[in-house]
């Protein structure tokens, strides 16, 4: 129940838009209509507040003498879609990239370069196991090369690659394009100072304090904790809200102990 709310798929245009959701259109690239196309759900609502993963991505049919090259973003990454956002396909002329299945270089032709993803620093997260890494490419010619999926570690997302493949370019030597994850913090209030909702990052947990009875309440309530973070955090590491108590009543305290782990 709860993807659903997070993500809503428009099939048809069968469902409504819920209010302060966004749009996550997938469509051809301009000019590579004549080279593929596009089949399935190609429009999602999706809950702006939250990390947002769509699986079920529009499948990319090429014509012949073409492939598909790469989405311009990858939607099965969890993102945070804060604002309307356009994901583009490319295509490619067959031939022009050739992933590496091999241990060896025999598929790889004379005069192509190779193009390699890693991660680099190697810390917080790792490229899917199975997914492809190296690619040879048809040097001087404009290709698209798509990157492979990334998996993040409790306390990280992943960045950013240092080069953008996704947009057609000429490789005229061997490359390496490295992904980097970033450090996220261990403690983060469920909301923003303007009062707007924090993501929840994959794999934290939710801390909340609860007023109990004959009292109230004031300021952030509710927090998500890495529950892998070193050293580990404590109840006491956390800002608490502040208490007000009916008349007749006395606060006593909270009952977690400030040394108690998270």
């Not at 014509?63 to 604002?83: C, L, M, Q, S």
């Not at 196991?129 to 048809?138: L, P, R, S």
């Amino acid at each position: 129940r709860r993807q659903r709310q997070m993500c809503i798929r428009d099939s048809n245009q069968a469902n409504k838009k819920p209010d302060g959701y966004k749009e996550v259109t997938f469509v051809v690239k301009t000019g590579d209509e004549t080279k593929g196309s596009i089949e399935g759900v190609t429009k999602f609502y999706v809950n702006p507040n939250e990390y947002v993963t769509i699986n079920n991505t529009p499948k990319a049919n090429a014509n012949t003498g073409f492939e598909f090259g790469a989405w311009d973003k990858d939607a099965t990454r969890p993102t945070v879609y804060d604002k309307d956002t356009t994901i583009i396909g490319s295509f490619n002329d067959l031939k022009n990239v050739i992933p590496k299945t091999k241990t060896d270089e025999s598929e790889k032709p004379k005069g192509y370069v190779t193009v390699t993803f890693a991660i680099d620093p190697a810390t917080g997260g790792q490229i899917v196991n199975g997914e492809t890494t190296v690619y040879y490419v048809k040097p001087n010619t404009d290709a698209t090369v798509p990157q492979p999926k990334t998996i993040a570690e409790t306390g990280y997302e992943f960045e950013k690659w240092n080069q953008d493949t996704t947009t057609a370019k000429k490789y005229t030597q061997d490359t390496t394009v490295k992904g980097n994850f970033k450090k996220l913090e261990d403690i983060i209030p469920s909301t923003k100072d303007d009062g707007k909702p924090n993501a929840k990052p994959g794999g934290y947990i939710t801390v909340t304090f609860d007023k109990g009875e004959h009292g109230s309440l004031t300021g952030q309530t509710v927090y998500y904790v890495n529950p892998k973070a070193d050293p580990a955090k404590t109840i006491g590491q956390i800002t608490k809200p502040t208490v007000k108590v009916e008349v007749g009543y006395k606060f006593t305290g909270w009952d977690k102990a400030d040394t108690e782990p998270i």
